[in-house]
Each structure stands twice: as structure tokens, then as C-alpha cells.
């Protein structure tokens, strides 16, 4: 009777039931993982073909030929949104989150199966209308993956302008739709489902960070779907919400009176925000495997659950400071300013508490444990070229410059990356009752450190040296031409660092099939995720209901028989 | 299915090293709707109101941006081609004030009768157990078939608002003819949309009997779609008086 209430659904029989239209969260929670898996293999291989035409301008590709200016731009959008959008937002939340997080607070399923099914299938028709855009007329929009009017809001304004900005837009909105019906599911788990004893201060901070993003999802996509219907109307329509009176190839367009800068204010409003819903949840497992593989507890649990709703508060205050080029008033840019170096508190606090979590701990270097590492590394030196960007000084020279992806591919790109690395190394046990192969998982993590490093790093060089970005050739600009030897060691460090992600691949498939078969707790982790079978059943703890006693990073407990005391052990710790 | 009440330990779950531990039991987690003997409807139903809670929040948050897009939109200057001046091209829309007010007053009414169906639904929930007992009667079921009325209700809001837009249409004021006239059909028609989300919801809850759900399921679908109706109804007159008294 208890575990029917909460888990309505009976396990179910057939294929079709079981692992295509699963209302299962543990199912679900794959089927994104493994959508955004595809999505980053698209999109890296275009941002491949970026690289190689940046310094190879004239070189003609196998199959796509000659690569166009407006066709640079058509990879420069898509690979901006399908990272963004299907890679960095699908898999930390839609991915780990659907999987972990009712089992780690104790709960049979998410609170709302059917609409995490819904949110997962128009997640899915939203990747597909996206990718569509790459085969209708005209190919591909080219207004990046910021979408700024006018450029995305005139039909004729270029090649990729047509069709395929309207598929490009239509993707975007359901995307909205999904996110928000999982933004829906989080929060109500979160707050509804979490088992007798798991307070919220004793939730991992995994828990925490999917929390914190749901919420920033629910408050964030609302306001982009509303730009993004807006946007529709002016394009197909015929409104002027963001389209100002001019002309196109000499015709006047038909519009005017719209502002180009409330589509910004619009977009920035939900792309702010957006930033830290790809973030957070890599510092969320970037807590939990620190403490883990340093058998201490997290230093400053209720700093770090602080830190990370002080981010996402501050996080809705400063969009403008994407926007400093915008001409906007000196006082307004003042306001985005400061509010964007405050957010440098919070972020330091977290380092400064990984840190310190580090410090004089019995330190184990597995694979999880080497990427949560180097995401603090990543979101260190990605974060310290953020308070530059803040001031709009600064900003208003490096802001078309390479400086910026320089800036966000590090600590939003990879950063962000890495968190899902070693989410997947440390839960891959679980969730198929294996282990990767650790050798492979080494190779595979130097490479891609020292190799992302080597990408991204010179970017900030270029970008002060002048670099434009969003150029699909640098060959007339004279004065960058002793540039070029750096940017082709950049193009052959994303050739090393793509190879490198062979190796993750080919592990994470073999170790599907033929890893040695993994305990119940291989890591001598201490959520409740650790306490269920390998892999977990249907209702994820088979009928039986986890109590909780503890903490979520109870290691190196003096007193206790083992250097660990899991969540639902009972009291057998003394108060001291 | 074979299931089982869990064997909850007797001692309450309150010991930890930290500090965050010394928890009332009940204060910590969703624990509450797992109480052995608490009715499992009241757990789903309290799950089902914070959902609906959050979708406001994110419905909310869509007219917020809408109502910033209408106030900057408002305000922004145009440079007129003829004559090479900057003017203002927001044209008042005259609205059909009318008919506007006789939708609304639809909507309120609507959303009385739906009230009355929900409570109607919690009162046959507590009767139930009574009325069961053999030999006791309750009297003739006399109710009045307010979900039936909310659903038609809504349908004639529906289409007095379609109304409203021909009657919008044949005074000249399309989708694109001005800034002011797309946001009128912006609004309303988003608006349009969500209620019609509404009416969805209720002809499910209705034909619950039809599609073999559980009668529980219908009273908490008839129960969130009525606050979800509730807002819906606030969402209208403030849509009414930000193109009313904002133009």
C-alpha cells in the first residue's frame, strides 16, 4: 500500500514500456544522458570544422566542400546551441539529476512520472526539429546562439534566415516547454518526496544543486519563451517587437518601431541564468566526489548550499553585463558591474571550501576524483577572467574579441563539461552495475585537461592581441598574421583533446558490456544511492523505505567502525 | 502489487554529529504522506497543488516578460520615413470594451461554479464512507452538474474572446497593424491558450469514469485545475486593465 501511493506504477513488462516510453526516472534519466551524448558529438564536430577553417581557410573538406563565410556562421550558431541547450543544460540536470536525485533523497520515482516522460520526449523533438535546420533550404540560421534581432528576426536578413531560423526558434520554444515540465518535477520531488529524516540540510549538495537549478529553469524559460513567441510573431507575422525600421539589400523591411535591445534584455534575462543552470550542477558533484575521494567531510556544508543560492539569486541581477556594448547608461552598466564582481563571493567561498575539503585529506586519485579536480581547476581559471569581463572598461574592448569564448568556454563549456565526466565516472557503477576501466579513465582525463587547456587558454592571449570572434577568416587581417602559428597549435590540441574523447567512448561503451562488475558501493560513498542494488530496482529501493540518521558526508567519523557512516545508518555515532 | 508498510524504526531519526540534526520527526523530508493509515489521497493532492504552484510561477513569469516587453515597446520612439521625424507609432487599439466586460464577467462566474464543483467533490469524498453504510441514506443526490457548467462556461469565454478578435479585425486592428494591436492579441491570446489548457484538464476530470481512473484522480484534477482557473481569472483582469488603462 505505502510503496504503491508513491510509486503508482507497477514495473513495467514490454520493451516499448520499459525502455522507450519509461515513466521510470532511472530510464529517463539515461535517455537524456545519452541524447545530450550525441548532441556533444555534433556538436564538437563542428566546432572541429571551425577550427580547421579558421587557419586553414581554403582548405576544401571531404563530403562539405568549401566552407562559406555564412556557412562558418551556421556552425558558430549551431554549435553554440546545441551545446548550450542539449549538452550543458540535458545532461547535469536532465541526465544525472532525473537519475540521482529521487534516489538519493529516498524516493521511489520523480513526484510527476508522465510529465518527466513528456519533458524527456519534447526535449527530444525539440533536438530533432534543431537538427533539421541543418537540411532545409538555406541551411542553418546564423545569428549564434544568442539570437540577437534584427539578424534573427528578418526572414531575408541571409541564407540561414529562413527556414532554418524558424526551426531554430520553434526548437528553442519547446525546449522551453520541457525544461519548464522538469524545472516542475525537481522542485516538487525535492520539497514532497525526500524520505523520513532527510531534512533539507541534510540533502547532498548534489541534491542541493539540481534543487537550485530547477529553480533558476522555472523562473529562467518562462522569459525566454515569451522572447522566443515574440520572435516568431516578427518573423512570420509581420509585429515589430524587436525589429527597428530599415532596410535590407536596399528594400525597406516592412517594419519599425522595435527595439533590437528588448530581444537582449529578453534573452540575457533567461542567458544569465542559464550560465549557472549548466554550472551548478557540476559543483554540485563536484562537492560530493571531493569529499567522497578525500574521506573527509564537505568543508562549510551550509556555506556551500548558501554560496549556491547567493549565485543563483545574484545570477537574475546581471544580465546586462552581457549587454555593456549595447550603449546603455553608464549608471545602469555601474549597477550590472558591481552586482556581477558580487557574484565573486559566493564562487570564492565555494573554491576556498573545495579547497579546504582537500586539505589534509586521505586523498584517493580515481577517475571521478581527478575530474572533480579539475573542474575547481577549470572553474578557477575560467572564473578569474570573468571579473575583467565585469567591468564594462574593460569589456567594451575584449567584448568581439576571442577573449570572451576564451572566457565561457572555460568555465561554462568545460568546466561545466567536466562535472558530467566525473558524474559519469562516479556514477557509471550504479547505474549499470560496472566499473569504467581506470586506466583508460587517466588517459582519457590528462589529455583532455592539458588539451582543453591548450584551446582555450591562448584564446584569452588572441583576444587581447586583437583576435576578432565570429570571423570566418583572419587571412586579411595583416596584423594578426603572427597569430597564426598559435591557432594552429590550438586546431591540433582540439584534434588531441576530440581524440581523447574517443578513448571516454569507447570506455563508457565496453564498460557497459565487460567492466568488472561493480559492488554495491564501490567508492564507500555514504548517500542513500550507495545503500540500494547495483543497478537500482524498479522503485529504486525494493519496497522498502530509507530512514535517514545522518549527514550526507559522514567520513573519517572518529569512534565509528568504519571511515564512513552512511546516511541511514542508524545512531550508532555518539554526539561529541 | 505486492507491497508493504515499511517497518519505520522506533526511535526518531534524529542523530547526527552536526548540528542540523535534532529534527522534529515530520519537519524533515516529505515524510508526512508515508504515515501508516494517512489516505493516500492526501499526499498525491498536496503533490499535485506544488506542482501547480510551480507552473504559476513559470506561467507568471511569461506574462512578467510579456508586461516588460509592453511597457519598453510602449515608450520607444520610431523614425517616421516621410517626413524624417522621430514619432511614436503606438496607436491606441480601441478595445471592444463591451464585450470585453461580458467575457469577464463568463470568466468570474466560471470560476465560481468551479469552486462550487470542487468543494462539491471534497464534500462527496467526506460523505463517502457514510453513505456506504448500508441503510443509510443521504437523500436524493440533487447536486447541480458544476463541472459541466465551468466547461461550458469556459468554451463561451473562448469564443466571445474569438469574438472580440473579428470584432478587433473588422475595425482595421490586425496582428501587425501596430505595436499595440499585436500585444492585444499577444496577451489575450496566450491567455486564450492556458484557459483552453484549462477546459482540457476539466473534460479529463469529467470523463474519468469513461477513461477507468480512479475517482481520486478526479478530484484532484477538478481540484488544482481550479486554482489553476482561479489564476486564469486574476491573469484576465489584470491582461484587462494593463490594455485597458496602459494604453
Not at chain 1, 586523498?363 to 571579473?387: E, N, W
Amino acid at each position: 500500500m505505502v510503496a504503491q501511493e508513491s510509486h503508482e506504477h507497477a514495473a513495467p513488462q514490454g520493451f516499448i514500456r520499459k525502455y522507450v516510453f519509461s515513466l521510470d526516472h532511472k530510464v529517463i534519466g539515461l535517455q537524456y544522458y545519452f541524447l545530450a551524448l550525441t548532441a556533444v558529438l555534433v556538436g564538437m564536430f563542428l566546432s572541429l570544422l571551425m577550427r580547421i577553417h579558421v587557419v586553414w581557410p581554403n582548405a576544401s573538406l571531404p563530403l562539405l566542400g568549401d566552407i562559406k563565410p555564412e556557412t562558418y556562421l551556421s556552425l558558430v550558431t549551431m554549435h553554440g546551441t546545441i551545446m548550450v541547450f542539449f549538452v550543458l543544460t540535458t545532461a547535469p540536470q536532465g541526465g544525472f539529476g532525473n537519475y540521482i536525485l529521487p534516489i538519493q533523497i529516498g524516493a521511489p520515482d520523480m513526484a510527476f512520472p508522465v510529465l518527466n516522460m513528456l519533458s524527456f520526449w519534447t526535449t527530444l523533438v525539440a533536438y530533432l526539429v534543431m537538427l533539421a535546420a541543418f537540411f532545409v533550404v538555406g541551411g542553418a540560421p546564423l545569428h549564434g546562439w544568442t539570437g540577437y534581432a534584427p539578424l534573427s528576426a528578418l526572414q531575408s536578413a541571409g541564407p540561414g534566415e529562413g527556414l532554418g531560423a524558424d526551426l531554430w526558434i520553434t526548437s528553442i520554444a519547446l525546449f522551453c516547454v520541457a525544461s519548464l515540465m522538469g524545472a516542475l518535477n525537481f522542485i516538487t520531488t525535492t520539497l514532497d518526496m525526500r524520505a523520513r529524516g532527510m531534512s533539507m540540510m541534510r540533502m547532498p549538495l548534489t541534491c542541493w544543486s539540481w534543487f537550485i537549478t530547477a529553480i533558476l529553469g522555472l523562473l529562467a524559460f518562462g522569459v525566454l519563451l515569451s522572447a522566443g513567441i515574440l520572435l516568431l510573431l516578427d518573423r512570420n507575422i509581420g509585429t515589430s517587437f524587436f525589429v527597428p525600421l530599415g532596410t535590407v539589400n536596399g528594400q525597406l523591411t516592412g517594419h519599425k518601431g522595435g527595439s533590437p535591445l528588448l530581444w537582449q534584455h529578453l534573452f540575457w534575462f533567461f542567458g544569465h541564468p542559464e550560465v549557472y543552470i549548466a554550472i551548478l550542477p557540476g559543483m554540485g558533484v563536484a562537492s560530493q566526489v571531493l569529499s567522497t575521494f578525500s574521506r573527509k567531510p564537505i568543508f562549510g556544508y551550509k556555506a556551500m548550499v548558501y554560496a549556491m543560492l547567493s549565485i543563483g539569486l545574484l545570477g537574475f541581477m546581471v544580465w546586462g553585463h552581457h549587454m555593456f556594448m549595447s550603449g546603455m547608461s553608464p549608471y545602469s552598466a555601474f549597477a550590472f558591474s558591481v552586482m556581477t564582481m558580487a557574484i565573486g563571493v559566493p564562487s570564492a567561498i565555494k573554491t576556498f571550501n573545495w579547497l579546504g575539503t582537500l586539505h589534509k585529506g586521505r586523498l584517493r586519485f580515481q577517475a571521478p576524483m581527478l575530474f572533480a579536480i579539475g573542474f575547481v581547476s577549470l572553474f578557477v581559471s575560467g572564473g578569474l577572467s570573468g571579473p575583467f569581463l565585469a567591468q564594462p572598461a574593460l569589456d567594451i574592448p575584449l567584448h568581439d574579441t576571442a577573449f570572451v569564448p576564451g572566457h565561457f568556454h572555460l568555465i561554462m563549456g568545460v568546466a561545466a563539461i567536466f562535472g558530467i565526466f566525473a558524474a559519469t565516472y562516479y556514477w557509471f557503477p550504479k547505474m549499470f552495475g560496472r566499473m569504467m576501466n581506470e586506466r583508460l579513465a587517466r588517459i582519457h582525463f590528462f589529455f583532455t585537461l592539458i588539451g582543453t587547456y591548450c584551446v582555450f587558454m591562448p584564446m584569452h592571449y588572441l583576444g587581447l592581441a586583437g583576435q576578432p570572434r565570429r570571423y570566418s577568416q583572419l587571412t586579411e587581417l595583416t596584423y594578426l598574421h603572427h597569430l597564426l602559428p598559435l591557432n594552429r597549435f590550438m586546431t591540433y590540441a582540439a584534434v588531441v583533446t576530440i581524440a581523447a574523447q574517443l578513448v571516454f567512448l569507447f570506455n563508457l561503451f565496453w564498460s557497459i558490456f565487460k567492466g568488472v562488475k561493480a559492488s554495491d558501493n564501490p567508492w564507500e560513498a555514504t548517500t542513500l544511492e550507495w545503500t540500494t542494488a547495483t543497478p537500482p530496482p524498479h522503485d529504486n529501493f525494493a519496497g522498502h523505505t530509507p530512514v535517514v540518521y545522518n549527514g550526507p558526508y559522514e567520513y573519517s567519523v572518529p569512534g565509528a567502525p568504519r571511515d564512513y557512516v552512511m546516511q541511514s545508518d542508524p545512531a550508532t555515532v555518539t554526539a561529541h | 502489487m505486492a507491497s508493504f508498510t515499511p517497518a519505520v524504526s522506533a526511535h526518531h531519526p534524529t542523530t547526527s554529529r552536526r548540528r542540523d540534526s535534532g529534527l522534529p520527526p515530520g519537519a524533515g523530508g516529505g515524510g508526512d504522506g508515508r504515515r501508516p493509515g494517512s489516505p493516500d489521497y492526501r499526499a498525491r493532492l498536496r503533490r499535485a497543488r506544488l506542482g501547480l504552484a510551480s507552473a504559476l510561477v513559470s506561467i507568471l513569469m511569461l506574462f512578467i516578460a510579456f508586461t516588460s516587453a509592453y511597457i519598453v515597446r510602449q515608450g520607444l520612439p520610431t523614425l517616421d520615413p516621410s517626413t524624417n521625424k522621430v514619432v511614436h507609432d503606438w496607436i491606441p487599439v480601441q478595445l471592444p470594451t463591451a464585450l470585453f466586460l461580458f467575457n469577464t464577467t463568463v470568466l468570474l462566474l466560471s470560476s465560481v461554479t468551479i469552486e462550487l464543483a470542487r468543494r462539491q467533490l471534497v464534500r462527496q469524498a467526506a460523505l463517502e464512507p457514510v453513505a456506504s453504510i448500508p441503510g443509510v441514506s443521504l437523500g436524493k443526490d440533487r447536486e447541480l452538474p458544476w463541472l459541466g457548467m465551468t466547461i461550458v462556461l469556459g468554451l463561451c469565454f473562448l469564443t466571445g474572446q474569438w469574438l472580440a478578435w473579428n470584432d478587433l479585425a473588422s475595425r482595421g486592428f490586425y496582428v501587425a497593424t501596430g505595436p499595440s494591436s499585436s500585444f492585444v492579441y499577444l496577451l489575450t491570446g496566450v491567455h486564450a491558450v492556458h484557459l483552453l489548457g484549462g477546459v482540457v484538464a476539466l473534460l479529463v476530470a469529467g470523463s474519468t469514469v469513461l477513461l477507468h481512473r480512479p475517482l481520486e484522480s478526479r478530484r484532484i484534477v477538478v481540484d488544482v485545475t481550479a486554482w489553476y482557473w482561479h489564476f486564469m481569472a486574476l491573469l484576465w483582469i489584470y491582461i484587462l486593465a494593463l490594455l485597458e488603462f496602459a494604453r
